[in-house]
């Protein structure tokens, strides 16, 4: 499994308006990719704002990273709403899970 964590900070004059639809397209586009296991968005009281996506594979990866659709969203982003912003590709090495009852190792 691939994972992205993509941090930002948005820009102080920001209208946020047109960010939250794009986001939720984002997304919605991201959930329909082949390999596709989640995608979820934070928000820390610092005002970093981070994203995390994971992919079943790289490959299924780099056709969401490189979906035109997305591209152009990220042309967007640095035009108009992040002020920084920093992408992190981690593989999965190890997984550990706790249901409640029973940890399990994948």
């Known amino acids: 499994m691939i994972v992205v964590v993509f941090r930002s900070r948005l820009r102080d004059d920001l209208d946020p308006g047109p960010l939250e639809p794009l986001g939720a397209r984002m997304a919605e ?14 928000s820390a009281p610092d005002g ?29 982003g640095r035009r108009e709403f992040f002020a920084q ?10 997984e550990y899970r706790f249901d409640g009852k029973v940890r399990t190792a994948a």
């Open 29 to 42: 586009l991201a959930a329909t990719m082949p390999g596709f296991v989640s995608y979820k968005d934070y």
């Open 48 to 76: 970093e704002n981070v994203t995390v996506v994971e992919f079943a594979s790289e490959p299924e990866l780099l056709a969401w990273r490189n979906h035109p659709e997305h591209v152009a969203a990220q042309e967007r």
């Open 85 to 94: 912003y920093r992408i992190q590709t981690c593989r999965v090495e190890r």
